[in-house]
């Protein structure tokens, strides 16, 4: 990072920060980035348990699970939290706020209520499913304003925040560690004819069984083909969707850490994504393109984007399982097609790596800074504080 | 008793409410101001840049001539203007960039390096400004700001037509 300045940074992460999942991972590396270039940051998150949190985390208290956009969100809210968040606040003397998802109840948007000054937003979700959230406009409106600027990791969630909330963003992708990625060794064990996939398999709207489906025919035409599927769940459910016939082509290979995730993404010859929505950015996909995995993904918008509409990776309809073993087939005789996608794909995966998005999203922090001081407690907040302390006294 | 208390409640309220409003009105006011500030800056030095490019020897006498051109123009440009003076300079500016990036010294390439990544703030801070005049347009329609004259004397912010492909 060519800036010699060294900022004061918080950072907001609404959901649990001991649970899986896509934001928390972007705060974390993002926050740990920032660090390594000689920055100081504070990450305010929800903890279960309060005992394993690295040293920039400070825990704002247990999560709540609630159901939410298709899947169980650990959020957190509510007067205790909201005085854990103001006190971080006036405690943190930050030059800078950077809230995640700040539009659902969680404590980014207590924090974007109670904070004033240089304040950024990042909104990652995109789906139509939050209307009911989004319909709190009016009350949600005076307080996402306040955001200095608006960021979407894909112009899917660009297009949710217009929508909804009426307001633009400028479009800055998820960050992946690319190199580490672009160093995976390609192992034996996951090499030959094989189809790659990662995730919680059990949640339909992965798609797994999308993939599945589709396996029967692949089979038929591709006679050593194997499947090897990483991540957490119950596999008994999953081998009893499959044809007996089948089942020896299918391994779980349970959770992956870092770098078997680089290995397996560099061995196998097909990485599917094959989720049926629900998803803003892809990761995962951006990670296998780094490793230089040939991608076959379902055409959904996130996708759609970041293959740059099929120029990267091969794109089929969305839960149609036999254009998927159609797309598979094709891209498994075609050495060189898998070649020049390989190639293509680690070339496009230079844009979301995180030495160019950190860079950007540092600018941003520099171009929200400008004419205003440091983050402090907004006074309508102090007075509402107030308020309500007169109101418990009554 | 009960409905004294309920009526002082709503009267706080409504007091609370307005100092709010106020205050929202306030701080998009100020955004306004600044981020125009900013942009201003930004757009300056890219203009200066741009001279320094014109002058230098990687420019030929034709696109030497159309660069400083559009840059004066940049820098005079009255506000109503200065979209369209800025997307002159922003075409003029692709043109010669396309010819520098395959041939050109290293001082040219440094010039160009530095002019990328202003173009980069410059794209945010456009950004930043659109978004702060259509905010405080939209909110002083609104009725609350009318009728107890929230905006007090300043101006209505103007619109830049900057378009989206200005860079």
């Known amino acids: 990072m060519p800036s010699t300045k060294k900022l004061k940074i918080g950072i907001v992460c609404p959901y649990g920060w001991d649970a899986p999942g896509g934001v928390q991972n972007h705060v974390r590396d993002l926050a740990e980035y920032l660090i390594a270039h000689g920055h100081s940051v504070s990450v305010l998150a929800p903890c279960a348990n309060e005992e394993i949190l690295p040293e920039y985390v400070v825990s704002a208290g247990k999560p709540i699970a609630i159901p939410y956009n298709g899947a169980v969100a650990r959020v957190l809210f509510g007067p205790i939290a909201f005085s854990r968040v103001r006190q971080w606040i006036s405690q943190g003397e930050f030059d800078v706020l950077h809230l995640h998802e700040p539009a659902i109840p969680s404590i980014s948007l207590l924090a974007c209520w ?89 949640e339909p709207r992965k798609g797994l069984s999308v993939l599945l489906e589709a ?154 800074m400008v004419g205003s001081g440091s983050v402090g407690l907004a006074s309508d907040s102090r007075s509402w504080g107030r308020l309500l302390g007169r109101e418990g006294e009554n | 008793m009960k409905t004294g208390l309920i009526f002082g409640l709503v009267v706080l309220f409504s007091l609370w409410y307005l100092s709010f409003s106020a205050t929202r009105l306030d701080r998009l006011h100020h955004r306004v101001e600044t981020s125009w500030a900013n942009l201003d800056g930004l757009l300056q030095r890219r203009a200066a840049i741009a001279l320094e490019l014109a002058h230098s020897r990687a420019a030929d006498p034709a696109s030497s001539l159309l660069l400083t051109h559009a840059a004066y123009l940049a820098r005079e440009a009255q506000i109503e203007d200065r979209s369209d003076a800025e997307s002159g300079l922003s075409g003029a500016l692709g043109l010669l960039q396309n010819d520098l990036t395959t041939q050109g010294e290293s001082a040219e390439k440094a010039l160009l390096r530095e002019l990328s990544q202003l173009t980069e703030k410059v794209r945010v801070g456009i950004a930043i400004h659109v978004d702060a005049v259509n905010r405080t347009r939209e909110v002083r329609k609104k009725w609350i700001f009318k009728i107890f004259k929230l905006a007090g004397s300043a101006p209505l912010p103007v619109v830049y037509e900057f378009e989206h492909d200005v860079l």
């Open chain 1, 215 to 368: 396996l029967p025919i692949v089979a038929r035409f591709a006679p050593n083909v194997r499947v090897l599927v990483a991540g957490p769940g119950d596999t008994d459910e999953i081998y009893k969707q499959i044809h007996p016939q089948l089942r020896s082509r299918i391994s779980f290979l349970g959770r992956l850490t870092e770098e078997d995730k680089a290995d397996f993404l560099s061995s196998v010859s097909v990485y599917v994504a094959p989720n049926t929505g629900g998803e803003s950015f892809g990761i995962i996909l951006a990670e296998a393109m780094a490793a230089g995995a040939p991608v076959i993904a379902s055409d959904i918008p996130a996708f759609v984007s970041l293959l740059g509409e099929g120029r990267y990776g091969s794109l089929f309809a969305t839960e149609d399982s036999s254009d998927l073993a159609k797309k598979i087939i094709e891209l498994l005789r075609d050495d060189e097609t898998r070649q020049r996608l390989s190639i293509a794909a680690q070339e496009r995966s230079k844009f979301f790596d995180w030495d160019t998005v950190a860079e950007q999203i540092f600018s941003v922090y520099e171009m929200a």
């Open chain 1, 114 to 202: 109670a904070a004033d000054g240089p304040m950024v937003g990042t909104f990652h979700a995109a789906a139509k499913r939050q209307k009911a959230i989004f319909a709190l406009g009016p009350i949600l409106e005076p307080v996402i304003e306040k955001l200095s600027v608006r960021i979407a990791v894909s112009e899917a969630s660009r297009l949710t925040l217009t929508e909804h909330l009426d307001t633009d963003a400028i479009v800055i992708p998820n960050g992946v560690y690319a190199e580490r990625f672009r160093n995976g060794r390609a192992q034996q064990k996951w090499s030959g004819e094989t189809i790659g996939f990662i995730g919680r398999f059990e």
